[in-house]
């Protein structure tokens, strides 16, 4: 049975920093994409960062690039993401996705989510 697990949110001030964990177990992804998401109550699931089954190639939504970084370990079937300088409008629940279609920087999801991970940040 394939399942990923997030894991590393938490409540944290505004301009601090967490570090989410996706593992995955049941099958490898170390050949697929992997993205993240994040949604918020009442609103549309939005894209946060993807990354390559390589590591070589990323993509950020607009709201987080150049505070967050994803990043993988594919020896640990594990995808990260660490998330800077942290803003109360950063607060939702990350999901993780494995397997995703990814093309030209831009990543659709699969059918395959976490069960998501709270992140709340305090002004």
């Known amino acids: 049975q394939v399942q990923l697990v997030e894991s590393g949110g938490g409540l944290v001030q505004a301009g601090g920093s967490l570090r989410l964990s996706c593992a995955a177990s049941?099958?490898?992804?170390?050949?697929?994409?992997m993205g993240w998401f994040r949604q918020t109550p009442g609103k549309e699931r939005e894209f946060v960062a993807a990354?390559?089954?390589?590591?070589?190639?990323?993509s950020y939504g607009d709201s987080v690039r150049g505070r967050f970084t994803i990043s993988r370990d594919n020896a640990k079937n594990t995808v990260y993401l660490r998330m800077n300088s942290l803003k109360p409008e950063d607060t939702a629940v990350y999901y993780c996705?494995?397997?995703?279609?990814?093309?030209?920087?831009?990543?659709?999801?699969?059918?395959?989510w976490g069960q998501g991970t709270q992140v709340t940040v305090s002004s």
């Open positions: 996705n494995a397997a995703g279609a990814y093309f030209s920087g831009n990543y659709s999801p699969s059918e395959i």
């Open positions: 049941g099958r490898t992804f170390s050949r697929n994409a």
């Open positions: 990354i390559s089954w390589s590591g070589g190639s990323t």
